[in-house]
C-alpha cells in the first residue's frame, strides 16, 4: 500500500509518523510539509534522515495564487498551481491523510484521485481541538476502541467525495 501524509504543524508531524510507525509500518508512505511549520524545509531534511517516510516533500503554501484556485475548474488545476513537485502526481497512492479539509489538500485529493481512482481519504487528529465542538461539524459516529482509532466523517461534497475515517488517540473524550 501507498501512502501520503499532508502536515501543516510540527503536530501533525509526530501523529502522521505515529500513525505510520503503529498502523502502516510496512506500507510504503511519502510526506509533504507546507510552509505553516516554522523551519519546514529544516525539518523536511531532517526528517529525510530518519527514512521513515520514502519521499519527503515540501509547499510553500505563499506561493499559491488561491485567487486563481477559486476561480478555475477542478479539471485544470495543475500540480504546480499547488506548488508542489510533479513526482508527487506520478506516483499511485492508496491513502491520503489530511487533518482537516482545506482547499489545497481538496484539489490535490481531486488530482491523486485521477491516477488512482480507488484513492482513499483519511484524517487525523490535529491535538485537543479535535476533541471539541470546533470539529465537531465534521464528525459522525465514534468508534469507542481504545488507541488510535478511527471515526467517521461528514463528506465535504466539493473537495472531499469518499472521507473514509480520522484517527485519534482517545475517542472517550469526546464530548458531543
Not at 32 to 40: E, F, H
Not at 114 to 140: I, Q, W
Request: hydrophobic residues 40%; glycine residues 2%; contains cysteine.
Amino acid at each position: 500500500m501507498k501512502l501520503l501524509f499532508h502536515c501543516e504543524s510540527v503536530y501533525q508531524i509526530l501523529v502522521a509518523c505515529r500513525i505510520k510507525m503503529e498502523i502502516y509500518k510496512n506500507d510504503s508512505a511519502d510526506v509533504i510539509l507546507s510552509s505553516s511549520i516554522r523551519n519546514y524545509k529544516q525539518l523536511a531534511e531532517n526528517l529525510s534522515t530518519t527514512k521513515l517516510f520514502d519521499s519527503v516533500y515540501t509547499q510553500d503554501l505563499n506561493l499559491i495564487n488561491f485567487t486563481k484556485l477559486q476561480k478555475v475548474f477542478l479539471n485544470l488545476i495543475d500540480i504546480k498551481d499547488l506548488n508542489l513537485s510533479e513526482d508527487i502526481i506520478k506516483k499511485s497512492y492508496d491513502r491520503y491523510f489530511v487533518c482537516y479539509p482545506n482547499q489545497v489538500k481538496g484539489l490535490l485529493y481531486n488530482l491523486l484521485k485521477k491516477k488512482n481512482k480507488n484513492l482513499e481519504l483519511y484524517a487525523y487528529e490535529d491535538g485537543l481541538s479535535t476533541y471539541s465542538n470546533l470539529y465537531e461539524n465534521r464528525f459522525y459516529v465514534v468508534n469507542k476502541k481504545k488507541g488510535l482509532r478511527a471515526l467517521l466523517l461528514h463528506e465535504n461534497k466539493f473537495y472531499f467525495k469518499g472521507l473514509k475515517a480520522v484517527y485519534v488517540f482517545e475517542p472517550k473524550y469526546f464530548t458531543w
